[in-house]
């Protein structure tokens, strides 16, 4: 089971409130194992995609989503959880293992905390998290802060396309000890809610469970696609 993974989110640290409002991707091995292990195994018994699991902690989320006009982890992976999401990330004989959403902020430094939702989806080769900041930083600057960063223009919406490193925690359960060590390389376009950049922003960013470097293409591809599928996305004119 010890190379089993999840992957789960966690703040990323710096001076500058665009490094703490960016989620760092983290892959947690062998403890999270189990819950994959299950989940997989249902769905190779049913032959079917996982879909996108619903609780009552998750409905009240959504409500509570919906009365403060934001959207949920919910609805984020309800958006990313395609039919042909294997086939935009080049792995058509794939299908989805893991589905689910979350609701959660990311703290700042001045104690604020800012409403943070993602979705994420779990194939055999990839993992797919879409994400959504609430905070007020615009997009413009935010390639000065990033590895690898490039200006993008994706559907009329400013964005920037960059790098991350995944972060490989492991767990040897039978002596209680855990280790960390760099991970692969996790590929990332945050892309303005709306045409102006008038702050916060979607994040969609890809990762290989063999740490190959991921593909833009299909990065861009599955942007192009799933952006429009959230609700209350902002079309340009």
Not at 37 to 59: F, G, H, L, S
């Amino acid at each position: 089971m010890g190379d089993m993974a999840e992957i789960v989110a966690a703040p990323e640290k710096g001076p500058n409130a665009w490094a703490q409002a960016i989620a760092a991707l983290v892959v947690v091995g062998a403890l999270g194992g189990g819950l994959y292990v299950i989940q997989k195994n249902d769905a190779a018994a049913a032959d079917k995609p996982a879909v996108c699991r619903v609780d009552d902690e998750d409905e009240k989320a959504t409500k509570a989503a919906k009365a403060a006009q934001r959207i949920s982890g919910t609805e984020l992976c309800t958006a990313l959880n395609r039919a042909d999401l294997p086939t935009l990330l080049g792995t058509p004989q794939e299908r989805a293992l893991t589905a689910y959403g979350s609701d959660g902020s990311v703290q700042m430094a001045s104690g604020t905390e800012i409403p943070s939702p993602e979705g994420t989806v779990q194939l055999d080769t990839y993992t797919v998290k879409l994400s959504r900041s609430y905070d007020d930083l615009p997009i413009a600057g935010m390639e000065d802060l990033l590895n690898e960063a490039e200006s993008k223009t994706v559907l009329g919406h400013p964005a920037v396309l960059y790098s991350s490193q995944t972060i490989a925690f492991s767990f040897d359960l039978g002596g209680g000890k855990s280790d960390a060590g760099p991970g692969g390389i996790a590929r990332a376009l945050v892309v303005a809610p709306d045409t102006k950049d008038g702050g916060g922003s979607y994040e969609l960013a890809i990762w290989r469970q063999d740490n190959v470097r991921p593909d833009d293409t299909a990065l861009l591809s599955i942007a192009q696609k799933v952006l429009p599928a959230i609700p209350g996305w902002t079309a340009a004119g």
